[in-house]
């Protein structure tokens, strides 16, 4: 089953040819802002398996200096988008997902040690205080 996602004004969309299972919320100060919440939930998924359909002249990246992250949103909505996250794979702000996104379940909290304040984790899932190490 694949899945499908789309930005609010519907401009841009993408599909990813596997299921998706794994839900990350990254709670570091990059994803705060570049969201405006307390951080994002996204989705880890192979470069192989995802590809834009439509709307790909509304994507504005932006890339964090001196690092090889990027952030993507769309030009007409603001609404964040999936973008690289290493050579090799690409997350998914879960939030976009349209269809594909029933079986999704925390796997984990990334950035713990630099979240909000005012942010509370309240379930179970691992935390870890960098991306994926300890």
Not at 15 to 35: A, F, G, M, N, Q
Not at 63 to 79: A, E, I, M, R, Y
Not at 96 to 108: F, P
Request: one cysteine or more.
């Amino acid at each position: 089953m694949s899945a499908r996602g789309s930005c609010n004004c519907g401009g841009v969309k993408f599909e990813i040819e596997k299921p998706v299972s794994d839900v990350y919320l990254c709670h570091c100060s990059i994803c705060r802002k570049s969201t405006g919440g307390g951080g994002i939930a996204v989705a880890i998924v192979s470069n192989n398996n995802f590809s834009w359909i439509e709307g790909q002249d509304l994507i504005k990246t932006w890339l964090k200096p001196n690092h090889d992250w990027q952030t993507s949103f769309c030009v007409n909505c603001g609404s964040p988008l999936p973008g690289k996250n290493d050579e090799k794979t690409t997350y998914i702000p879960v939030s976009l997902l349209d269809s594909g996104y029933e079986k999704l379940q925390v796997k984990g909290h990334l950035f713990v040690d630099s979240k909000a304040p005012w942010e509370e984790i309240a379930d179970s899932a691992k935390q870890h205080n960098n991306n994926f190490g300890e």
